[in-house]
């Protein structure tokens, strides 16, 4: 049904319709309004799950870990700090091969602390074995806990699913969005069966030392499982169109990209914003498009190679940082097309949004007016020179 | 597309009156996308709330810059902030007027509706927060939205007591401004 409501709301009342037998949060904002939402719905009794109060967001993760080994469909959320201060535990889920689903609720990374939005937090956390899936719009943050459960209790996954979406931007705003109903959600969503799991009657140890004959392996398939999930995503998008009604790639959504001669790659809800300056552009003559990139984790590289390999400039947004080195997305965009006959003449970085600076659609058109023939690296957008020491000012 | 701009401090609702009026918008069949921003994240610090609607999903994830109406929750902001920046040329502005604060000089066909939304909201909730009241006279002094679905949105926001306070806040409020047309 649709309703109107706040994006936290929407992701609460999904998860409820997934039934979780465990749900463990450290409230942090923007990601706050959410397990808010769930504790009230166990309190109420309309979620039959174990909310653990627990006194840090390590322990959270440890709870949904421990939660998920016993077999027990779990959920999580958290923020910035909170997502960092889970790390270690983040890395554990995914080597122990358990489903769990995570909201990250993108903030940025102190010091200096700030509560708004970039994407720091859950790119820090990439090389965790996680799924990530980035959100432009509070239907597709519902959306994409539904998949993230079907996607990562699949048999032949067995992984951690991290659903992304912008604080505040989609935490806190307020749209329309489609609830499924139960009997939509029980359909596309059978109850959790563990492959293995602990249980007293039948003792199994789980995540015991391993020394250098085994470890290596323990990487090898988790690697091949994600890229397996390349090809899994798309078959699970199909059947939850049949299902929901709505339809999504799962990997990449191209916008306007058929005849593009510059085109835009970018994250979560940013990716909004510029299919309107698209549309303009496009309304003056001007070829533009964009590639929305859903799967952050598992990388989509052959599905970013076919829809750019006839695109002549590229620009890629980040909002975050890899200090010290080239911008993350833009890195990785770029070796998509190392050693590619067809590929993008220029590939430009730009890197936005750091820290809640508003992006507009100025920031956008501006954008696509520095993508000439001049490769840029890392160029940060809508920089305030009044604010740096006369040595950056370049 | 429609882009309306709220003034206030954190506390005083900004963000529940976002969300009404954008539920008003998503009853009469528009798809409404309200969002706030938040300042120093500490109450009575200055703060926005915004809702952009249009005929099909918002896709427009910024702040509002231009906005086509503005409401001003705190008219004391004005002394600090230009709260017209960016209003559109043929722009309308409800304000909650304030002794002894005044409202600058607005363009030619843009439009000013001032009204004692805390004074209405004093007799009719029994506390100082006007927000139902510059709904209704945002109703009034727009043509956005028919006064019936500001009730509809209160209804199924509000219950009880704060329900009928609510109500009579904003048809306050509307009839103030609707008489103000008229006079």
Not at chain 1, 7 to 15: I, K, N, P, Q, R
Not at chain 1, 82 to 100: K, Q, S
Not at chain 2, 30 to 57: E, K, L, T
Not at chain 2, 77 to 100: Q, T
């Amino acid at each position: 049904m649709k309703e109107f409501l706040e994006g936290s709301h929407a992701v609460a009342e999904v998860v409820k319709l997934c039934k979780p037998g465990v749900v463990s949060a450290y409230p942090i904002t923007p990601q706050t309004h959410i397990v808010e939402d769930l504790a009230q719905m166990v309190s109420d009794g309309t979620l039959k799950a174990e909310f653990v109060n627990v006194e840090s967001e390590h322990s959270a993760a440890s709870v949904v870990l421990g939660g998920e080994a016993a077999g027990v469909r779990s959920y999580t959320a958290t923020s910035s700090q909170g997502l960092l201060y889970m790390a270690e535990v983040v890395f554990n889920i995914a080597g122990l091969r358990l489903p769990v689903v995570m909201t990250c609720a993108n903030r940025a990374i102190s010091a200096p602390i700030n509560i708004w939005n970039d994407h720091q937090d859950s790119v820090s956390l990439r090389d965790t074995g996680w799924v990530q899936l980035f959100a432009e719009n509070i239907q597709e943050a519902a959306d994409f806990h539904l998949l993230a459960y079907r996607l990562g209790e699949d048999k032949s996954m067995m992984l951690p699913v991290m659903v992304c979406m912008d604080g505040f931007i989609l935490t806190h705003g307020i749209e329309t969005v489609d609830i499924p109903t139960q009997e939509q959600v029980d359909k596309f969503l059978p109850p959790y069966k563990a492959l293995y799991k602990l249980d007293v009657e039948n003792p199994i140890s789980i995540g015991p030392l391993v020394d250098p004959e085994y470890y290596l392996e323990t990487r090898y398939a988790l690697q091949k499982t994600l890229e397996e999930a390349l090809v899994l995503i798309p078959k699970l998008t199909a059947e939850f169109s049949k299902v929901f009604g709505r339809t999504y790639n799962g990997l990449v959504e191209g916008y306007r990209l058929e005849d593009a001669e510059r085109a835009i790659v970018a994250m979560g809800s940013v990716c909004g914003t510029v299919k309107d300056v698209v549309d303009e552009l496009r309304k003056k003559g001007k070829k533009v498009g964009l590639l929305k990139i859903t799967s952050y984790r598992p990388f989509p590289i052959a599905a970013i190679y076919d829809a750019l390999k006839n695109v002549p400039k590229v620009a890629v947004l980040d909002r975050a940082v890899s200090l010290g080195s080239f911008a993350p997305l833009a890195s990785e965009v770029r070796a998509v097309f190392t050693g590619k006959k067809k590929a993008p003449k220029v590939i430009s970085s730009f890197v936005v949004g750091l820290g809640g600076r508003d992006i507009t659609k100025h920031s956008i058109k501006e954008i696509y007016s520095l993508l000439t023939a001049k490769e840029l690296h890392g160029e940060y957008i809508d920089l305030k020179p009044e604010l740096l020491t006369p040595e950056f000012k370049g | 597309m429609k882009e309306i701009r709220i003034h206030a401090r954190a506390g005083q609702g900004a963000i529940t009156t976002a969300s009404l009026l954008g539920y008003a918008y998503f009853l009469k069949g528009m798809y409404p996308y309200a969002f706030p921003n938040f300042g120093a994240a500490r109450m009575g610090a200055p703060m926005n709330a915004f809702v952009r609607v249009d005929s099909q999903p918002v896709r427009l994830r910024s702040q509002i810059y231009e906005p086509d109406y503005l409401i001003i929750v705190d008219a004391t902001l004005m002394r600090g902030f230009n709260c017209f920046s960016g209003l559109k040329e043929d722009g309308v502005a409800i304000i909650n007027e304030k002794e002894g604060v005044e409202v600058p000089k607005v363009g030619a066909r843009q439009k000013t509706f001032l009204l004692p939304a805390n004074d209405i909201a004093m007799k009719t909730i029994g506390r100082p927060l006007g927000n139902t009241a510059l709904l209704g006279a945002f109703c009034a002094a727009t043509n956005e939205l028919d006064l019936n679905m500001l009730f509809e949105t209160i209804k199924k926001r509000f219950s009880g007591k704060a329900q009928e306070g609510n109500i009579e806040a904003a048809k306050q409020g509307f009839d103030f401004i609707k008489n103000k047309k008229k006079g």
